[in-house]
């Protein structure tokens, strides 16, 4: 297994990633570069400098090595609220609603997941005026709460 600290693991490439899951999916050595990866996608999403597509697959995979090796998440709280974040991004996809039931429940119902999955029912529930004040409590500068 790779013990370098997460912070320091550059990040894979997406072909780098559908590599690792088409041939270790369950190797739990595999949950760095994963989270590396989440990281990645989270970056493309603010900068357009970063080229990292949004992978469900890999995403999916590393909320379930969590779920078998629950030693192993570390920082496995802030690493699902991006993974959340980044599939509450994907609506009107269910990938929110496939991921919420694999991560932990005291995870699901604490913050920031617990106002993900707010933002996520009132997209579902067409109620976009409430849903934008829901979504700035979550604190990203590009949409008014940078002051």
Known sequence: MNN??????????????????SGSSHDPSIIPQLEAYVRSQVSAVASTLVD???????????VKLYTFYPNLAGNGGSILSLVSFLSLLQFP??????LNCMIPEHVVHSEPVATIVRCAELLES?????FWPEFRKLGIPEYGLAD
Do not use: G, I, K, W
């Open 52 to 62: 990292c597509p949004y992978s469900f697959d890999a995403n999916r995979t590393l």
């Open 93 to 98: 996809n269910t990938d929110l609603m496939a």
């Open 126 to 130: 067409c109620s976009f005026a409430a």
């Open 4 to 21: 370098l600290p997460t912070e320091t693991m550059s990040s894979p490439s997406h072909s780098e990633v559908q590599a690792l899951l």
